[in-house]
Nanobody
């Protein structure tokens, strides 16, 4: 069993930055993937970024590449999503999720079994 807790959401103006954090507890293995997804009102869960818990590169959706940076936090089983130059289109609830049987489909929400409750990000123009 894995539990995920996100933090760091808030309301900002366009062009500003926010940092989200996700901490996983429970039976985490180094090969698990941790992903960030977001859901705006009336839409589905969209892929934002993902990386393997232990090492390796981060993967990004085209809509955030160059603005968002996903990294591993100093605390165990923690990942950080640094969001820069935020746009109104980034407004959504952001979720972190864990894929405990990674098969390379890191951008597919149905690949992830464990989900956090999400944190709201609101960007005004």
């Amino acid at each position: 069993q894995v539990k995920l807790v996100e933090s760091g959401g808030g309301s900002v103006q366009a062009g500003e930055s926010l940092t989200l954090s996700c901490t996983a507890s429970g039976n985490m293995e180094s090969n698990y993937f941790i992903g960030w997804f977001r859901r705006a009102p009336g839409t589905g869960r969209d892929f934002v970024a993902a990386t393997r818990l232990s090492d390796g590169p981060a993967y990004y959706d085209d809509s955030v590449r160059g603005r968002f940076i996903m990294s591993r936090g100093n605390a165990k089983n923690t990942v950080i999503l640094q969001m820069n130059n935020l746009e109104p289109g980034d407004t959504a609830k952001y979720y972190c999720a864990v894929d405990d049987q990674p098969r390379g489909r890191y951008a597919e929400y149905d690949e992830y079994y464990y989900w956090g409750r999400g944190t709201q990000v609101t960007v005004s123009a």
